[in-house]
């Protein structure tokens, strides 16, 4: 039993002149009381946090700070336009819109989208929808190259009248054809 008693009081101790160097090694404005700190010192504090901080993961940073992938162009010669586009906006934010066909109320673009959107999720295509019209949405990709694997699909599907993606439409397969009134 004494012995235990002994590696406590010792454990003590030593804890004791631990804690005690570390609170001497601080500098004069860190001893004072937060409340009391003056511009100087809160800029002090902060230069001295920032200094302990490692740099982020490249895949952690604002999308506007990331590394841009290096592009061979002379590999992309010859390739689809649309590969070449796919290739750009990997990693960048990428919105297309989503028109569906008929006369769908906005309630019934809402279940019609929102059960496409699902569709791309279990394809691991993440997708956010925006419904901004009665029969249109905004379909927003994190990653940009997404974006024309989603119209692959949905281009495919029976009320889907029309994809655009980067300004150029892509009509459904089973979309009504619109004749237009020559004048």
């Known amino acids: 039993m004494n012995g235990k008693i002994f590696l406590v009081l010792i454990s003590i101790l030593y804890v004791t002149i631990v804690c005690g160097k570390k609170s001497e090694q601080k500098p004069d ?17 902060l230069d001295q946090w920032e200094e302990d901080e490692e740099p982020l993961e490249p895949d952690e940073l604002p999308e506007h700070l990331r590394p841009q992938p290096q592009l061979d162009l002379n590999k992309l010669q010859g390739q689809n336009p649309e590969d070449i586009l796919k290739l750009t906006k990997k990693g960048k934010t990428l919105m297309s819109f989503v028109s ?24 691991h295509i ?4 925006y419904i901004v019209e009665d029969n249109r949405a905004l379909f927003v990709y994190k990653d940009g190259a997404q974006a024309w694997d989603a119209k692959d699909f949905l281009i495919e599907q029976e009320r889907c009248k029309e994809v655009m993606i980067e300004n150029k439409p892509y009509p459904g397969k089973f979309a009504k054809v619109e004749e237009k009134d020559e004048l």
């Open 126 to 129: 993440q997708a956010e929808r």
């Open 100 to 123: 569906v066909d008929g006369n769908p109320t906005r309630d019934e673009t809402e279940k019609i989208t929102k059960l496409w959107q699902t569709s791309l999720w279990n394809n």
């Open 29 to 45: 404005w860190a001893k004072k009381d937060i409340t009391d700190f003056s511009d100087a010192d809160m800029e002090r504090l």
